[in-house]
């Protein structure tokens, strides 16, 4: 029987291999960049809110200590959205009338909560726990960026689990002393290279092998 | 079943040899292939009828997934927070409140976990006297109860929806017709209460009413006339049962059990010096129908249930005469007899509830004669308001109906056109009745037809108070309001009260029981719990409802409240006269019905799961594998080996029950250690009208209804059946599923044995060498070390631990045709085992063994995971990552304990929306494809070691609890760190009756048992 494809055409069986292997390459590359992208991560990306709260008001300009609003994150794995009543507390008494702060008045008057968008949303198989965080030095704006910069709230970083292991693997190198947890301002002393492993010993934190078993996570 | 088979494999046998089912003893080439398999036959296979298409589209869809699941962006998720945020209320921590769940009336006191407004989690109450903590399969069922989708949903009037409004005047007006004839029309039906509102209720209705009438009618109540008997079996030395199962079925049954089990671990572990303190109880069980009490006896006769007086009587005679079926019963009860005899006030004779009332009476003259009464034992009023005759009262109401007497029926609660004995014909009456209405959670068989139709609330949304076992007040309170406009017996029964119009369930029950603080109820004085009055109403109130009891008001204590309460005056007298005669107490032999010997005995008896038909529709009870059989979903008829072989009839054959003219269908099992010529029936099964869970399934299944064959002169057993085989029926049952081959996974000794010679428990099977093993060490000394110690000897097989793991851990239902595959996915599952011969009924021994996962150090299933989704945590967990595993069911092929479990349907339910606030926040919601196992309950672990590490802090022992330890009535299951010697489960680790299970593989199970110790009579053995 004679030869199907001719000599010359041998050409194209190699460019197709190598065009083969390139189209897959950029199908991968895609698929990570894509996975890695805020627009799946949802890293920088700003969300609509009912109200358009700005924490670079209240904290920034205003000085309002994180916990004022965020009771909880210092005892429980939730950190709290404040109620209604804790935006009254003040605007009751200021900014009575300002249109748009109709949606909290709104829900003051009629009992119905207001309905954020979560900005910081973990896979459901995650169990992040706030409190033990705060308690072990981990400042909030190690996780959460200067939230004092931000007119409307988004998420500074990935949330990815490579991103959490960077501290689970290296907690002296992010924590901080514990009074300056809820500072936004605090710069770890550059000149002192054991002072996060200091903190680790003084804070008792686990070792590698516990903060990085499944379980302390995922259950 | 080939019983030669059997026979010469028990001849054959070395040692001790344990069976779990007729199919393993007699070896068939069935049962081979079976247990071979790594998971059932077609186990893998997806036997959804829709076909290709649905199968096309699914795998399209799956291959889609898989490509870019990395990419797949979450949905948006909303935060409602408060507008007005509750004082005490921490989000994403839960709080705990106190309440309890009526069961047959009898209050089961217990501490619910509510995440955000939503109860998820029933535990016992720690601090109650009638719980101890621990709890029982029903209540822990409860919570599944309340958020079932099929629960009745709006009030209605011949089916069409009404309002609260509309049912309030219809009643009035009702009520304005019935004034001048003084309410001769009017009877009301209720289950067992004990609620003092509702007494209170009640009488005053009567009061206004005087010809009105209030009937009762329990299907499971016990013998009219019986003694009301409360038991202490912390001082029992020896117990004798007659026909009672005091371990399971119901509140009462939560106490005994700590109190039994604890005796019995106490003496297992006495050191030398304090053994002679310890004395392990003797339990001999004289029973019919093979329970959990009658497993967990030292001796056990098996007597069809007519015997059982006789075998009082002789008891009584403390010589055992008279003629039994069973050849061993004299000398039995001779050796019973005896043992009581030596055991003066420190014994016990405890009688059956479905025994009549002589036998109960005959138990009380010997507890009299014995000393007994006012140690081990206490008579006293029940603590019903209501104790009677159900039977006579049902009798009379339903006379009354057919002759159109009644005007107004109000029913509330239970289900009687279904419960009614068949000779009553209540559904004919109730069609006599002017106006009939129901209170009832489930659109059942009498919400059908009666003409108003009210939910109830269920108790986790109810305001109330029940009194426990003891007499103990325990008061309810609502975690939730009422999902489907529930109202409670009180505000309906507030609707025929004038004064109380309008008042609702809260206001009902405070106000009874402020008045009854400030003394205006007669008969009740309370204190604080160090004997001082409380400061005001408020102070009582409040530490009510935070308590959820009221100190102090224990029938035992209030003795008032108990006139007959403790020693009877004449027992002295009795025990001086039968002190020299070797009669413990003869009694009146006339009173006994002689018992029957022609035609099989039928013996009726609540099904153990879904009890008289009112949990049905609970997946839970309905999927938890039933005692001895283990079979799930279906009702069986229980008989002997012999019986079955007699009749050519083996397991799933159906056959046809005639009792008194009248007929019924129920599947056969052969249960071993079940009395001759005798057949026990289950009732509860045969629902006709419920929810999508416990309707019958198919025709077939419509004809399991035995309440069919129950009559109302002999409504626990009579004589007189016959069975015919009429075909074949299919029965899901686990008993085979999960096999471990041969080797010795329950241990067992007498304690005199073990004694003598601590190391009998180890030869039972051989301990390797530490470093024959080709996994790497792994160092646990800078961590904790997680271990969890189950003790057999108090263990007594009730199933709570699997319920309340599948409460805490999310465990789906899985169906009866996928339980037969070999499906189910219960985390811990509670092995049985028999010893003995089945034709020899009096041989038969059981043995129960709860199997969690065993947390391996050197783990089997860890190494063949390709994909790295079941690893080894730093505290010796074998954690289990969901979003990792992808389905291999490798791990589950190499556990050499079988407790991996598999979603090979998306078993969850993620359409209900009334199930997701069931769930556990804390838990994963696992989704199809996944392996899941036991985690030690790595989310109350991870709670504890936070709050420590908050703190700076140890864990102490005993933070931690897992669902199956906190909920074990018996105390068997005990957790913590094994690097604590102080800790409870070290030393009980170390303790030389503590074995591993298959330790010969040298996984090191983190997971050890404690050998079963009994301790037989040595003149029986």
Redesign the interface.
């Known amino acids: 029987m004679s030869q199907v494809f001719h000599r010359s055409t041998n050409i194209w069986s190699k460019v197709s291999i190598v065009l083969g292997l390139a189209f897959v390459t950029f199908l991968a590359w895609i ?1 990570v960049s ?2 890695w992208s805020g ?2 991560t949802g890293q920088s990306v700003t ?1 609509d809110q009912p109200v358009q709260f700005s924490h670079a008001h209240h904290v920034g300009s205003m000085g309002i200590d994180c916990r004022y609003c965020h009771t ?1 994150v210092e ?4 950190a ?6 804790t935006c009254m507390n003040c605007h009751s008494q200021i900014w009575t009338s300002a249109p748009i702060l109709e949606p909290v008045r709104a ?2 008057r009629d ?8 900005v910081h ?1 973990l ?3 995650v ?1 992040f ?1 706030h ?2 965080h705060v ?2 030095g981990v400042g909030c704006v190690t996780c959460h960026g200067r939230v004092d910069r931000m007119p409307l709230m988004l998420q500074e970083n990935s949330l990815q689990m490579s991103w959490c292991l960077n501290c689970h693997r290296n907690p002296d190198q992010y924590i901080r002393p514990r009074d300056q947890v809820f500072s936004m301002t605090y710069e770890r002393p550059a000149n002192d290279p054991d002072f996060g492993k200091r903190l680790v010993t003084e804070y ?1 934190i ?2 590698v ?2 903060l990085t ?4 996570c ?2 | 079943m080939d019983s030669s088979a059997i026979r010469s494999r028990l001849a054959g046998a070395e040692g001790r040899l344990f069976w779990r089912s007729l199919g393993e003893l007699s070896d068939t080439p069935q049962f081979r292939e079976y247990l071979h398999r790594e998971f059932p036959e077609q186990a893998s296979q997806w036997n959804n009828p829709k076909g290709r298409r649905e199968f096309l589209k699914l795998m399209s869809a799956s291959l889609a997934l898989a ?2 699941g ?5 949905p ?10 509750p004082e005490e209320m ?4 839960p709080l705990f409140f106190a309440t309890a769940i009526p069961f047959g009336g009898v209050a089961a006191p217990v501490l619910v976990e509510s995440h955000e407004g939503h109860p998820t989690k029933v535990e016992g109450n720690p601090q109650h006297p009638a719980a101890l903590g621990g709890s029982d399969i029903f209540a822990q069922a409860s919570i599944l109860t309340l958020y079932d989708p099929d629960r009745l949903q709006s009030i209605r009037f011949r089916s069409e929806v009404r309002g609260w409004g509309d049912f309030f005047s219809a009643m009035k007006g009702q009520l304005g017709a019935q004034r001048p004839r003084q309410g001769a029309g009017l009877r009301f039906l209720t289950e067992r209460l004990t609620s003092a509102s509702a007494a209170e209720q009640i009488a005053t209705i009567k009061q206004a009413y005087p010809q009105a009438k209030w009937h009762v009618w329990d299907p499971t109540a016990k013998a009219a006339g019986a003694p009301s008997a409360t038991y202490d079996f912390t001082k029992a030395d020896v117990v004798v049962t007659l026909d009672a199962d005091f371990l399971t079925g119901g509140p009462a049954a939560i106490r005994y059990t700590r109190d039994f089990a604890g005796r019995r671990r106490a003496a297992a572990d006495a050191e030398a010096a304090e053994a002679a303190e310890h004395v392990m109880n003797r339990l001999y069980a004289i029973e019919s129908t093979p329970t959990l009490t009658g497993a967990k006896a030292d001796h056990r006769l098996p007597l069809r249930a007519s015997e059982i007086a006789a075998a009082a009587q002789a008891l009584s005679g403390g010589n055992g005469s008279g003629t039994f079926s069973n050849s061993a019963a004299q000398a039995f009860i001779a050796a019973a007899a005896k043992d009581l005899q030596a055991h003066r006030g420190r014994s016990l004779v405890v009688a059956g509830d479905y025994q009549p009332a002589a036998v109960h009476a005959i138990a009380r003259q010997m507890n009299e004669a014995l000393g007994n009464v006012g140690v081990t034992v206490t008579y006293g009023p029940s603590v019903d308001i209501n104790a009677g005759d159900h039977a006579a009262s049902l009798r009379e109401l339903t006379q009354a109906m057919h002759s159109g007497q009644v005007d107004l029926l109000v029913i509330l609660g239970g289900n009687p056109v279904f419960t009614a004995p068949a000779d009553l014909h209540f559904d004919v009456a109730l069609t006599k009745v002017a106006l009939s209405v129901s209170l009832s959670m489930f659109p059942d068989e009498t919400a059908f037809v009666t003409h108003w139709n009210v939910p109830e609330a269920h108790p986790l949304e109810s305001w109330g108070d029940a009194r426990a076992f003891d007499g103990t007040v325990t008061v309810m309170q609502p975690l939730i309001a009422p999902l489907y406009d529930g109202k409670t017996l009180q505000e309906v029964l507030a609707v025929f009260i004038d004064a109380q119009t309008g008042k609702n369930a809260h206001d009902l029950v405070k106000e009874f029981w402020t008045r009854a603080y400030a003394g205006t109820v007669p008969g009740w004085t309370f204190t604080d719990p160090t004997g001082q009055p409380f400061k005001s109403a408020d102070s009582f109130w409040r530490h009510v409802l935070h308590d959820g009891w009221i100190t102090g008001t224990a029938a035992a204590e209030n003795g008032g409240r108990r006139a007959e309460g403790g020693n009877v005056a004449t027992s002295d007298a009795v025990a001086s006269t039968s002190a020299q005669a070797p009669a413990i107490a003869p009694g009146p032999s006339s009173a006994l019905p002689p018992p029957s010997s022609s035609g099989l005995e039928i013996i009726f008896r609540p099904d153990p799961m879904i009890w008289d038909g009112r949990f049905a529709n609970n997946g839970w009870l309905q999927e938890l594998p039933k005692p001895f059989t283990k079979i799930t979903w279906d009702p069986t008829a229980w008989m002997s080996a012999n019986l079955a072989k007699e009749k050519g009839l083996i397991d799933g054959d159906l056959v046809e029950l005639r009792y008194r003219g009248n007929t019924a269908k129920l599947p056969v099992a052969v249960v071993p250690g079940h009395p001759e010529q005798s057949v026990t029936v289950f009732y509860g099964y045969g629902r006709q009208v419920t929810g999508r869970v416990g309707s019958s399934a198919d025709a077939t299944a419509r004809e399991f209804d035995v309440y069919k064959l129950r009559t109302s002169d002999a409504l626990h057993f009579g004589t007189g059946l016959e069975i015919a085989k009429v075909g074949r029926y299919l029965l899901a049952r686990t008993q085979e599923h999960h096999l471990m081959e041969d080797r010795h996974p329950v241990r067992i000794a007498t304690v005199e044995e073990y004694r003598k010679d601590p190391e009998v428990i180890a030869r039972f099977g051989e301990r390797p060498p530490r470093t024959l093993t080709m996994i790497p060490d792994w160092d646990y000394s ?2 904790y070390k997680w271990g969890l110690s189950i003790d057999l000897t108090s263990c007594t097989g009730c199933n709570t631990c699997t319920i309340a793991c599948q409460s805490e851990n999310n465990i789906p239902v899985v169906g009866k045709e996928q339980v037969d595959n070999g499906r189910e996915m219960h985390w811990i599952r509670v092995d049985h085992y028999y010893e003995g011969t089945p034709e020899d009924a009096n041989s038969i021994k059981t043995h129960h063994q709860p199997v969690p996962c065993m947390q391996c150090e050197k783990a089997p299933c860890e190494l063949v995971c390709p994909v790295g989704a079941t ?1 080894h ?3 010796g ?1 074998n ?1 289990m ?3 990792r595993c992808v389905g291999t069911r490798y791990c589950s092929n190499n556990c050499p304990y079988k407790v991996r479990r598999f979603n090979f349907l998306l078993f969850q339910d993620w359409e209900t929306p009334s199930l997701e606030p069931l769930r556990n926040p ?4 696992r989704s199809r494809g996944v392996m899941e196992k036991c ?1 030690y309950c ?2 109350r ?2 709670l504890a070691r ?1 709050d420590a ?2 703190e ?1 802090r140890e864990i102490r022992d005993g933070e931690i609890v897992p669902a199956c330890a906190s909920a074990c009535p018996a105390d068997a299951i005990v957790f913590g760190n094994l690097n604590d010697p102080n800790a409870r489960v070290s030393k009980l680790a170390a303790r030389e009756r503590t074995y591993g299970l298959l330790e010969e593989l040298n996984t090191r199970p983190r997971t050890t048992y404690m050998a079963e110790l009994r301790n037989p009579n040595p003149e029986l053995s």
């Open positions: 698929v894509l996975s627009y799946v969300v909880t005892e429980s794995p939730f709290n959205i404040p109620p209604t009543k829900s003051f009992n119905t909560p207001l309905r954020w968008t979560r949303d896979p459901d198989f169990y726990n409190s033990i308690a072990k008792k686990a070792d092998k516990q078993s499944c379980s302390t995922h259950r | 490509g870019v990395a990419c797949v962006k979450q948006e998720e909303r935060i409602v927070p408060y507008v007005r945020q921490v989000p994403g921590r800078q961590h690893t945590s730093a505290e967990l954690d990552v969901y979003n804390d838990v994963t919601v985690t790595v989310q672990i991870n936070i590490k908050r700076d």
